[in-house]
T-cell receptor
Framework: GNSVTQMEGPVTLSEEAFLTINCTYT??????LFWYVQYPGEGLQLLLK?????DKGSNKGFEATYRKETTSFHLEKGSVQVSDSAVYFCALRAGANNLFFGTGTRLTVIP | DTEVTQTPKHLVMGMTNKKSLKCEQH?????MYWYKQKAKKPPELMFVYSYEKLSINESVPSRFSPECPNSSLLNLHLHALQPEDSALYLC???????????????FGPGTRLTVT
């Protein structure tokens, strides 16, 4: 079946620290992989995506590389800001258009 | 315009009330979705409409009744809800629904529902 395992939070970092949020997946077929971000009190925003192995998605300084050999899609950012504080969801889509979400990782960045 | 709008933003209703949540998109998307998100949990899929027809119903209780009057609008009619139905209800849309896996979903801001 399809599932996403995501690093448990919460994660607290100082401003300008390096961020990694781990995400691994199990899927049938060839999934597309996504990172969504949810700011407090808001809906989900697509942060980045990758549709095939070795693709790198990037946006707003965040990056994630689709690694088929390790079934992973880890989110990274070189220097986080207070405004990056949010909940981050890893998700996959395989076959039809259903999204399977991880449990979410809450990131808090302190000045 | 890559926006999905949802109204109302907040809703408080009693267990005997009937209310509706509304969702609208003008991106020409042919697939629309309802998700339910409890606090500190990921969104859970409830319904999928494709070309205005219900494609997926994830065993949702009948007190939730979806409706897709046209390709831009999606409603969720609520009746006789329970306090445990309190959650953030998210609408999403995508270009299409099916085996082509490149269609990303765009989410609205959600309606925060409280059932008293």
């Amino acid at each position: 079946g399809n599932s996403v395992t995501q690093m448990e939070g919460p994660v607290t970092l100082s401003e300008e620290a390096f961020l990694t949020i781990n995400c691994t997946y199990t899927a049938t077929g060839y999934p597309s992989l996504f990172w969504y971000v949810q700011y407090p009190g808001e809906g989900l925003q697509l942060l980045l995506k990758a549709t095939k192995a070795d693709d790198k998605g990037s946006n707003k300084g965040f990056e994630a590389t689709y690694r088929k050999e390790t079934t992973s899609f880890h989110l990274e950012k070189g220097s986080v800001q207070v405004s990056d504080s949010a909940v981050y969801f890893c998700a996959l889509r395989a076959g039809a258009n259903n999204l399977f979400f991880g449990t979410g990782t809450r990131l808090t960045v302190i000045p | 315009d890559t926006e999905v709008t949802q109204t109302p933003k907040h809703l408080v209703m009693g267990m005997t009330n009937k209310k509706s949540l509304k969702c609208e998109q003008h991106m020409g998307h042919r697939a629309m979705y309802w998700y339910k998100q409890k606090a500190k949990k990921p969104p859970e899929l409830m319904f999928v409409y494709s070309y205005e027809k219900l494609s997926i119903n994830e065993s949702v209780p009948s007190r939730f009744s979806p409706e897709c009057p046209n390709s831009s609008l999606l409603n969720l009619h609520l009746h006789a809800l329970q306090p445990e139905d309190s959650a953030l209800y998210l609408c999403a849309s995508s270009q299409d629904f099916g085996r082509a896996s490149s269609y990303e979903q765009y989410f609205g801001p959600g309606t925060r529902l409280t059932v008293t």
